[in-house]
């Protein structure tokens, strides 16, 4: 059994008198999906659709990078990967996909917006 199945087992045995019987039957089925399927300790990759922007404060500036068919696109010119912007932007070197937040962790948050679905103003 996972850890993540054990403590969700775990927690259902504490609280199982608060739950209905259709409640308990789904914490007991997403339990056993837990065990047989569970995939959380997989490492997640992001996919970037064109049209997502990734907003980045940085120096005192918000960036702002669309992502377009053939790479990114910073201060109007299109650049092959997010590492190099990083670069650009601070004078080092950094992976790009971890200065946007994109992996791991990173010391600022990065927005990312999808602006393929409604506008909201």
């Known amino acids: 059994m996972s850890v993540a199945a054990s403590l969700l087992s775990a927690w ?3 609280t199982r008198p608060f ?7 789904q914490l007991a089925e997403l339990a056993q999906t837990m065990v047989t399927k569970s995939d959380l300790a997989k ?11 990734l ?3 940085w120096g005192g ?4 990078v669309l992502v377009v068919e053939d790479g990114f696109v ?4 299109t650049w092959r990967s997010l590492s190099v912007i990083a670069r650009e932007m601070t004078g080092t070197h950094w ?7 994109l ?10 917006a999808d602006t393929e679905g409604d506008d909201h103003e």
């Open 74 to 77: 910073w201060r109007g010119k």
């Open 95 to 101: 992976s790009g996909p971890r200065f946007f937040g």
């Open 12 to 14: 259902a045995s504490r």
């Open 55 to 57: 907003v980045r404060a």
């Open 61 to 64: 500036e918000t960036h702002e």
């Open 103 to 112: 992996t791991g962790t990173t010391t600022k948050p990065v927005a990312v």
């Open 43 to 53: 490492a997640r990759k992001v996919t970037l659709k064109p049209g997502a922007r």
């Open 19 to 25: 739950f209905s019987a259709a409640t308990k039957r």
